[in-house]
């Protein structure tokens, strides 16, 4: 019974500014914002968030942005409860190019990997690249993930996850 009343008992506010400028203050995260451009397209990222992603975080899950070495980027998820996105190079050069939101919906894509549990639950590849897709089209990044993924349409996945990413478009506008 107790916890049926827990539930209907309205929801906490989060403090969303508070939330990101914890993030933006992280000693992890100089790298971006030092650099202006960088720091600007982490602001344009962290003001996208979602519900989701505010209610992973207030539960004392953190989110590191880390630069690394390899392909674009990946998600690393930890039972202590920071987590990483690692940042390679090749991302960070989309970052600085004159398509930076290509690299914002990447680093949105990865956070949807984190948010869904994806290192813990047992589904398909292509299931967890979906739902990691889905997360960077409800913060505003569809259009954009998709060009990233048209320059790998010889991929049969990409191809899915661009037929996937027009499907959440044609519904949105039903």
Same mark, same amino acid.
């Given at each position: 019974m107790f916890e049926v009343l827990k539930s209907l008992r309205p929801k906490k506010a989060h403090n969303k500014a508070a939330m990101i400028? =914890?993030?933006m203050a992280h000693p992890e995260h100089q790298w971006f914002a030092k650099d202006p451009s960088l720091s600007r397209l982490m602001t344009?990222?962290?003001d996208s968030w979602?519900?989701?992603v505010y209610d992973y975080l207030a539960t004392g899950n953190e989110v590191l942005i880390i630069a690394g070495q390899g392909h674009l980027a990946c998600a690393m998820s930890?039972?202590?409860q920071t987590n990483i996105i690692l940042a390679f190079p090749d991302l960070v050069q989309i970052l =600085?190019?004159?398509s930076p939101m290509r690299g914002v919906a990447?680093?949105?894509h990865e956070l949807g990997h984190l948010i869904n549990n994806h290192s813990t639950r047992k589904i398909s590849a292509i299931e967890a690249q979906i739902e990691a897709d889905k997360l960077a089209f409800d913060m505003g990044f569809g259009r954009d993930l998709e060009q990233v993924?048209?320059?790998h349409e010889h991929s049969v996945d990409c191809r899915v996850r661009v037929a996937r990413l027009t499907q959440m478009y044609y519904s949105k506008l039903t």
């Open positions: 400028k =914890r993030f344009i990222f962290c979602t519900k989701e930890s039972v202590k =600085r190019s004159a990447i680093l949105a993924l048209l320059e």
